[in-house]
């Protein structure tokens, strides 16, 4: 998790809050309780800071734990990993899994233009 640390930690409703504003952002979905279990949580560890260094100044990036987040479940979302892009409030993707540096980045370059 240390690699996430710049990265701000959704709590609770905050996730609820964002959606409800309208906001357009990208989630990180994670599970520290299964990462000893399921191997790809710490390779989209990894992989989601740097997706945050190359698109930070266009979009908001977010992390959050599945077992500590509320609303989570109304996505649809029941495991992790998955990163889901927001716009406007409503879940426009999800990517599921550890994907292709090029998936990531064909999801964001949609989101942004």
């Given at each position: 998790m240390k690699r996430l640390e710049k990265i701000p930690k959704l709590k609770g409703s905050d996730l609820?809050?964002?959606i409800s504003?309208?906001?357009?952002f990208v989630l990180y979905v994670r599970s520290q309780k299964d990462f000893e279990k399921i191997r790809e949580i710490f390779d989209v560890d990894i992989v989601f800071p740097e997706l945050a260094k190359s698109f930070g100044e266009k979009v908001k990036f977010f992390w959050c734990d599945i077992d500590e987040t509320e609303g989570l479940s109304d996505l649809g979302i029941y495991f992790?990993?998955?990163i889901i892009i927001f716009k406007d409030g409503s879940a426009v993707e999800k990517l599921e899994g550890i994907k292709s540096w090029s998936?990531?980045?064909?999801?964001?370059?949609?989101l942004i233009c």
């Open positions: 609820r809050d964002l504003k309208g906001e357009t992790s990993p998955v998936e990531y980045n064909r999801a964001l370059e949609k």
